[in-house]
């Protein structure tokens, strides 16, 4: 069993996670720069035919400014997420699952960056966020930044792949093997045998 996993074993799924995480903190990373030295708060740039606002604003809390007075506890979820995230890294085998995790690594390196290393200080920095939609001061959406596109979209990625079965290892769940190993147990011995038989063939054929 052993030597199996072994040979099911591929660092891709690995390097996807690692190469789309580093790009989802780069551009997050660069269009922070850009708007940073750009845009002015208080003075957004309309775009788009006013689809979005560029607003330049630096949250101490999370979205929609909730939490702007335990800014210290962002920076500790974002750790544990991390860390959380490195360990599934040694058993990830799908693809798909670290294209997920790896948007959710790079929107947290992203805006952990700007909890320890902007202003006002360690664990106490305001993240910059610049992105507001319909409205040119988060009226009607709270104003976000790449990183937080990255983790939602990575987020949603992750519950798509819990719902149509597929795992981190690489399997997919399928109704269809339950339902068959549910009949032939309930079917009796001749039955399930008949049942096993025919499942047999089908899978070598």
Request: proline share 4%; aromatic share 8%; hydrophobic share 45%.
């Amino acid at each position: 069993m052993n030597a199996d996993k072994a040979a099911r074993f591929t660092p891709r799924a690995v390097v996807v996670l690692g190469a789309t995480a580093l790009i989802a903190l780069a551009l997050d990373q660069w269009v922070k720069h850009l708007s940073t030295e750009n845009l002015e708060e208080h003075h957004p740039a309309r775009i788009l035919g006013g689809l979005i606002y560029l607003s330049l604003l630096r949250n101490g809390g999370a979205a929609f400014s909730f939490g702007t007075g335990f800014t210290w506890v962002f920076p500790l979820i974002t750790l544990v997420v991390v860390g959380w995230i490195i360990w599934m890294a040694t058993k990830l085998r799908s693809v798909p699952w670290a294209l997920s995790l790896g948007l959710v690594l790079g929107g947290a390196l992203g805006n952990l960056g700007d909890r320890l290393f902007r202003a006002p200080g360690p664990f106490q920095g305001h993240v910059v966020d610049m992105i507001s939609m319909f409205a040119p001061g988060g009226e009607k959406f709270a104003v976000f930044n790449i990183a937080d596109s990255c983790l939602t979209v990575g987020v949603c990625l992750a519950v798509l792949l819990e719902l149509t079965g597929r795992q981190r290892d690489g399997s997919r769940l399928s109704g269809k093997t339950t339902k068959t190993g549910t009949s032939a147990t309930e079917a009796g011995p001749a039955e399930a045998g008949k049942t096993d038989a025919t499942t047999g063939t089908e899978e070598r054929a």
